[in-house]
């Protein structure tokens, strides 16, 4: 008889400290890598039945294994669902005692073909209900399939390995916490461990971002100011750690994608063929003159090189906080602006030659959600 346990999972901790995990816990959890041979194992596993009894069987524990993967809750909170009432797969919820969690489409897509088996009828609200013992056979069976050693094929190290990568990728410690209904987030952090190795490579990354940031050619870091909604695009306004506020039109489905906010921290970008250049006033180089009047994005610096070619050439400049913004205008302009190191020079460009990136929850490395800016 399938055994069903309260929502909660109280069952899980039996014979466990609150709050407490057996010594070395943390190195015993799977990497992404390791997460995705253990999903084929069961998928390949689940897909192989030949018999309409068997295939339901194996679905089943395919589900659980996918919900256990996509949330880290503990196996006898899933175990405990009901799947019509605890799975909201419009709204891409998941709901436990006391915490709800975000479920990807692709797991309620799982679950749906689940639920429209053909002998799934008789078990409706308990499609999820099975004995706790089969369900660690058989990872134990999928793990061995995988090549993945004994120690690494229970729910628990699953849950484990889901901390791990919402903590890798970014997700505050707080957040991770209450997705997993940990009661402390001093158990929480233990279970994202790196070896001292793996550490100083991570640090590394992070500064090297960080330098990257506020040194690159043509970059301005900051947080976006202010955003205007429009039907088709919308203006977004930026403050960077210079000083410089800055303007960027982007397309409104760009925006939504970007996860854009007012207080979000982006980098701003600008190609060196789309920055434009003025001569300043030698007297009065602070005023803009007629050609930058009107600009989206106008700043005063000083030529720090030039690199000249016969068709084009490559113009540094330099902005009072050290932010170098690089052009490539022809040649025969640049000798018209009569350019030269240590000159003061306007550089300027449109809002909509701004190309926005913004921090995304790709790893430790930092990934970048784009949106290219596009030319007038």
Do not use: Y
């Not at 109280?10 to 609150?18: D, S």
């Amino acid at each position: 008889m399938a055994q069903r346990m309260g929502r909660g999972g109280q069952g899980a901790a039996t014979g466990k400290a609150a709050g407490k995990e057996p010594e070395g816990a943390a190195a015993r959890r799977l990497d992404t890598v390791q997460l995705a041979a253990l999903e084929k194992s069961f998928r390949d596993w689940a897909g192989a039945a030949l018999r309409p009894d068997v295939a339901l069987s194996r679905l089943r524990l395919l589900c659980v294994f996918l919900l256990l993967r996509a949330t880290g809750a503990r196996l006898g909170e899933v175990l405990g669902l009901d799947e019509r009432r605890d799975l909201d797969c419009a709204a891409g919820v998941i709901r436990f005692a006391g915490r709800e969690a975000q479920l990807p489409p692709e797991v309620c897509a799982e679950v749906a073909v689940l639920a429209a088996h053909p002998g799934a009828g008789r078990l409706a609200g308990r499609l999820l209900a099975l004995d706790q013992g089969q369900v660690r056979r058989t990872f134990a069976e999928r793990a061995a399939a995988a090549g993945l050693p004994r120690e690494l094929s229970s729910p628990t190290v699953l849950r484990r390995s889901r901390a791990a990568e919402m903590l890798g990728g970014g997700v505050p410690l707080p957040v991770v916490q209450r997705a997993l209904g940990q009661s402390s987030p001093v158990l929480t952090a233990a279970w994202h461990d790196w070896p001292d190795e793996e550490a100083r490579r991570m640090v590394a990354r992070f500064l090297d971002r960080e330098r990257r940031r506020t040194s690159a050619r043509n970059a301005f870091f900051g947080r976006v100011t202010r955003i205007v909604r429009g039907e088709v695009q919308a203006l977004v306004q930026i403050e960077a750690v210079g000083g410089q506020r800055l303007s960027s039109v982007i397309t409104m489905g760009s925006l939504d994608s970007l996860g854009l906010r007012q207080g979000r921290m982006v980098t701003a970008e600008i190609k060196a063929p789309w920055v434009l250049l003025a001569r300043a006033d030698a007297a009065h180089p602070e005023r803009p003159p007629r050609a930058v009047q009107g600009a989206d994005n106008a700043f005063c610096g000083m030529v720090a090189s030039l690199r000249a070619g016969e068709v084009t050439t490559e113009v540094v400049t330099e902005l009072p906080d050290g932010t170098a913004i690089c052009a490539v205008i022809t040649s025969p302009s640049a000798q018209d602006l009569g350019l030269a190191p240590g000159r003061p020079v306007w550089v300027f460009w449109s809002a909509f030659a701004v190309i926005l990136n913004a921090d995304g929850p790709d790893g430790p490395n930092g990934g970048l959600a784009r949106e290219e800016g596009q030319t007038l």
